[in-house]
């Protein structure tokens, strides 16, 4: 069945470095590539996305990049801060709705 | 003005009761999702309805029954309740091809 798994599954970096994340999946019909956040206590949220018509898209300190030929999208999270710490994940969507394991973000002031 | 609002957001049971959470959007959004958040944080999804029609209904057992009175609202009423029921629920909505809408999830306790 398809597959969505996402590395690392914790990331610690000191304030200021850069973070990524990566998810690869199975599914050559997915077609929307999302990224959320999850902090404590609440419910993800949308942070960025990207199609498939698209290599890769910013947003201030945060971007994405996908390879759809070799079936991975990643996270790129610069000039990270205290407030970035979060759960983070991947959702490809194509046919099945499958979630990333997540990824435990801290970042150490 | 809460886009996806669910309710209770705690809730404390005992065993083999039965319990509801209630979930609704006020995105205008067609299709809307229950997911299941365990301790290892592993979001599963268990149904999606779309314009009130079910279409996807995961291996999820039948004490689990979803019910949809518009397309607004996605309810989720659970029998017999077990212990390995505990968890974080959390209600979604979405247009096609569009980011998810989480609600900010209900906290089953199952004692």
């Known amino acids: 069945g398809e597959n969505v798994e996402q590395h690392p599954s914790t990331l610690s970096v000191q304030e200021g470095d850069s973070a990524v994340i990566k998810c690869t999946y199975s599914d050559s019909a997915s077609n929307y590539f999302p990224w959320y956040k999850q902090e404590l206590g609440k419910g993800p949220q949308l942070i960025i996305d990207?199609?498939?018509?698209?290599g890769e898209k910013k947003d201030q300190r945060i971007a994405v990049t996908l390879n759809k030929t070799a079936k991975h999208f990643s996270l790129h999270i610069t000039e990270t801060q205290p407030e970035d710490s979060a759960v983070y994940f991947c959702a490809p969507q194509g046919g099945k709705l499958i979630f990333g394991q997540g990824t435990e973000l801290s970042v150490k002031p | 003005d809460t886009a996806v609002s669910q309710t209770p957001k705690y809730l404390v049971t005992q065993m083999g009761n039965d319990k509801s959470i209630k979930c609704e959007q006020n995105l205008g959004h067609d299709t809307m999702y229950w997911y299941k958040q365990d301790s290892k944080k592993f979001l599963k999804i268990m149904f999606s309805y779309n314009n009130k029609e079910l279409i996807i209904n995961e291996t999820v057992p039948n004490r689990f029954s979803p019910k949809s009175p518009d397309k607004a609202h996605l309810n989720l009423h659970i029998n017999s309740l077990e212990l390995g029921d505990s968890a974080v629920y959390f209600c979604a909505s979405s247009q096609e091809l569009k980011g998810y809408t989480f609600g900010s999830g209900t906290r089953l306790t199952v004692v």
């Open positions: 990207i199609r498939s018509n698209v």
